[in-house]
């Protein structure tokens, strides 16, 4: 029995978002357990290893530590260890890889 998008013919418009969605997902996948530096809005910065996203780019770090905005440049306070942190997407300024984990695990990329 056919599907209604075999019968209407719009199979062929969703091969190309599905290589899309695929080529992303292949890309989240080599990211996975790679260690994240993510910054907030607040200033905070929280690294850790890159656990899992969603659909609203919240992202899931595990072993986490919590690096403050520090008002003296000078300062460098000691990190508070979260462990498992869930930060929401729309606090997230940017991310960053660390190389080292990039420049040991390439495969083709």
């Known amino acids: 029995m056919a599907t209604d998008n075999e019968e209407n013919g719009t199979e062929m418009q969703i091969e190309p978002e599905e290589s899309a969605y695929s080529l992303a997902r292949h890309k989240l996948e080599h990211l996975l357990n790679k260690s994240m530096r993510i910054r907030m809005t607040d200033g905070r910065t929280l690294v850790g290893l890159f656990l899992c996203t969603d659909r609203d780019c919240n992202v899931i ?3 986490a530590q919590e690096f403050l905005k520090s008002t003296d440049s000078f300062s460098q306070a000691e990190p ?4 498992l942190a869930m930060i929401p997407g729309h606090h997230v300024v940017s991310i960053q890889v660390e ?3 990039l420049q040991s695990g390439t495969h083709g990329l």
């Open 80 to 83: 508070r260890v979260l462990g």
């Open 61 to 63: 770090l595990g072993s």
């Open 99 to 101: 190389s080292e984990n």
